[in-house]
């Protein structure tokens, strides 16, 4: 009788010693799969919002639906590295495809301004719908930005002329 209780209890360890196993490969499978997937929204959120060279001295973000704190601090350290990177003189913060701004968006966008001109380069604002703009005055928000334009090609139009101009007096 005690070899059969013996015997009982080595299968059913060896039976829960196999299930443990198989727990322990699932977990670590898991890991691996939530590892992919911390990476793969990483890729997409620096994809999401590029800081994209559209002159030999200006970049422009385009952002582009709801923008919260996470992406905000990726998009502030893009934004610093790309103007310091390529002595930018100008970033344009093209906000067409912000549906609203709440006062933590605004002021993550304030902390970009103020940095952004700290490297010495000027911002301007683009693309500011009526809804957002009433929503900014009622909040009482201000963007510290150089000028407001609305549309990106207006302010390339002005910041390539002004560029230009800039240019035309320092040789002089």
């Known amino acids: 009788m005690n070899d059969e209780l013996d015997r009982r209890v080595d299968a059913q360890t060896e039976a829960l010693q196999e299930v443990l196993s198989e727990l322990e490969e699932r977990t670590q499978q898991q890991d691996r799969l939530l590892a992919e997937v911390i990476a793969q929204r ?28 996470e992406p905000l601090a990726t998009i502030q350290q893009q934004a610093l590295t790309a103007v310091e990177q390529r002595r930018a003189r100008w ?43 009433q929503t900014m005055v009622s909040l009482g928000i201000e963007l510290p930005v150089t000028h407001v334009y609305s549309d ?7 910041l390539h ?12």
């Open 42 to 69: 990483d890729v997409i959120r620096n994809l999401s919002v590029p800081v994209l060279p559209v002159g030999t001295d200006l970049l422009a973000i385009p952002f582009v639906g709801t923008i919260d704190q």
């Open 91 to 133: 970033l344009i913060l093209d906000v067409t495809g912000i549906p609203f701004i709440d006062t933590g968006v605004a002021g993550g966008l304030i902390q970009l301004v103020q940095r952004v001109r700290l490297l010495g380069a000027g911002v301007v604002l683009v693309g500011v719908h009526p809804k957002v703009a």
């Open 152 to 158: 990106l090609a207006g302010a390339m139009e002005d």
């Open 161 to 172: 002329h002004r560029t230009n101009h800039s240019r035309q007096n320092n040789r002089r």
